[in-house]
């Protein structure tokens, strides 16, 4: 039975690690693949999505505490700026500011799920 419960501790932590970094690789992937798909690929600007690969490659403590620090200041930057630029703007559908908003929110939690697994000891 203890060797049941520690075996689903380990799970869950390794879950929340790698939920999040494979999250952000997804989320990275993703913008390089509308970047090339709309023909707007730019050397640095679009090579910047490379920074989102960092946790699924280097899986150590230190940088899931960096790159949770950096994403969680900068998704709350953008959930923040989206709280006072979507409700204004007549362009924008509710369905597609309540996705916005959504997206956000989901972003900040693996951010700062990745911060807290940087807090944490790996075994």
Not at 3 to 11: A, G
Not at 23 to 37: A, E, T
Not at 88 to 104: H, S, Y
Request: hydrophobic share 55%; net charge positive.
């Amino acid at each position: 039975m203890d060797t049941l419960i520690v075996q689903r501790k380990r799970t869950q932590e390794l879950l929340l690690a790698f939920v999040p970094a494979v999250y952000f690789m997804l989320l990275g992937m993703f913008n390089i693949g509308m970047d090339l798909w709309h023909n707007t690929f730019r050397g640095l600007p679009s090579l910047g999505n490379l920074i989102f690969f960092i946790p699924i490659i280097f899986r150590r403590r230190r940088i899931y505490l960096v790159c949770g620090i950096c994403f969680s200041l900068l998704f709350l930057y953008f959930l923040f700026a989206s709280l006072f630029v979507v409700p204004g703007n007549t362009r924008i559908t509710p369905l597609e500011a309540w996705a916005v908003e959504f997206w956000l929110l989901f972003s900040f939690a693996c951010s700062l799920s990745l911060w807290y697994v940087g807090t944490r000891k790996f075994r």
